[in-house]
């Protein structure tokens, strides 16, 4: 871990959560809680994402103010995605109050839009003389930021949606019908394309892959009918096409009268995994070390199953390329036998 920042002491910081939100959240919000202030270091927990940075909505956070949370899903601190931020009016007020509390640094739990707001906080803070050093976690059920091969929520998501499907299945399978499935991920397919490994899916549908409806959906039903199985299970991510419109074309093209059924904000809901609350605790926990070690402008990612701390910059530049070795072993596995899926 390279240090970038020269070392200073920090007495207070503030945590918030950001963009939509992902179970874990709690999870991360306690760690950096309780990190802090067993380093002594006071903690104030800013409400509403950004925007309560800009309208001064905070909350004075103790260890036992976390107690109880590890396992909720959503956000106690609320979350936003600010527009006002987005403007360097909007971050000057932001600023104002950081100054006011005597914040030295922040830690921003959120996505890719949180880190770059994050960055854009410190450098205007910098031109102003102002000290603040940012440090943020990834947080989003999608598992789109392109630094971190794992984000906050996703696990969870991916056992919503699992349990969604199961019991989507039982009644497909008896009404032997086939079920058209649309999971969150609007421009990433690691739900879809996780969530139909896991449930066996027929056909996936991702971003990431151009759709061709004949070969991607047709082909792969008329394959499975023809060995003999009954039901079919079609998952979409949002980002790939509509359940509703493949759902029609299905009907017209193929002859059989599919049910469709949007997941929505279910799949961002409920208590979080184990993977979940242990790589938010990680985090968490180091995204303080590295305020109080002196290495502001961080992003605490994990690569290769590692935490791995690294500059916002960089960070925000890295991209990750979509895990494609997992749809071939989703094509293979959908070819099914006699009654099998
Ligand atoms: O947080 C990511 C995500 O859940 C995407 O998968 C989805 O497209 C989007 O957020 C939905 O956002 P909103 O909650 O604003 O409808």
């Not at 202030?37 to 994402?49: D, L, Y």
């Not at 103010?65 to 936003?80: E, F, N, Q, R």
């Not at 499975?224 to 017209?252: D, F, N």
């Not at 070690?293 to 960070?315: F, K, P, S, T, Y």
């Amino acid at each position: 871990m390279e240090e970038t920042q020269t070392k200073r002491a920090i007495h207070r910081i503030g945590v918030l959560t950001s963009g939509g939100d992902a179970p874990g959240m709690n999870a991360a919000v306690r760690a950096v809680v309780r990190t802090a202030v067993g380093r002594g270091i006071e903690c104030v927990g800013i409400r509403r994402g950004w925007n309560g940075l800009i309208n001064s909505d905070f909350i004075h956070m103790d260890a036992g103010s976390v107690s109880h949370i590890i396992d909720k899903g959503g956000t106690m601190l609320y979350t936003a995605r600010s527009e006002e931020f987005m403007e360097e009016a909007g971050r000057a007020r932001a600023l104002a109050t950081c100054k006011l509390l005597g914040l030295d640094g922040i830690v921003a739990v959120g996505g890719d839009g949180t880190f770059r707001g994050a960055l854009a906080l410190s450098r205007q803070a910098a031109q102003s003389g102002q000290a603040l050093q940012v440090v943020g976690i990834p947080a989003t059920i999608d598992n789109d930021i392109g630094c971190s091969h794992y984000t906050i929520g996703f696990d969870t998501a991916c056992n919503t949606a699992i349990e969604c499907i199961d019991k989507l299945r039982d009644t497909m399978q008896s009404h032997e019908r086939c079920s058209v499935v649309e999971v969150m991920g609007r421009h990433a397919g690691y739900l879809a394309l996780y969530v139909g490994i896991s449930v066996g899916a027929t056909a996936v549908l991702i971003p990431e892959r151009e759709v061709d409806f004949e070969q991607d959906i047709a082909e792969k039903i008329r394959r499975a009918r023809l060995s003999g199985t009954t039901h079919y299970m079609v998952v979409v991510a949002e980002g790939a096409g509509s359940a509703v419109e493949i759902g029609k074309r299905i009907h017209q093209e193929i002859g059989i009268d599919p049910r469709v059924t949007v997941l929505g904000h279910i799949q961002r809901g409920g208590s979080p995994s184990a993977r979940d609350r242990e790589t938010a605790s990680r985090m968490g926990y180091h995204a303080v070390m590295a305020l109080t070690e002196g290495r502001g402008n961080r992003v605490i990612a994990i690569r290769d199953g590692q935490i791995a701390d690294l500059e916002m910059e960089e960070a925000l530049s890295m991209t990750k390329s979509f895990e494609m070795d997992r749809y071939e072993v989703l094509e293979a596995l959908s070819r099914s036998g006699p009654g099998q899926m």
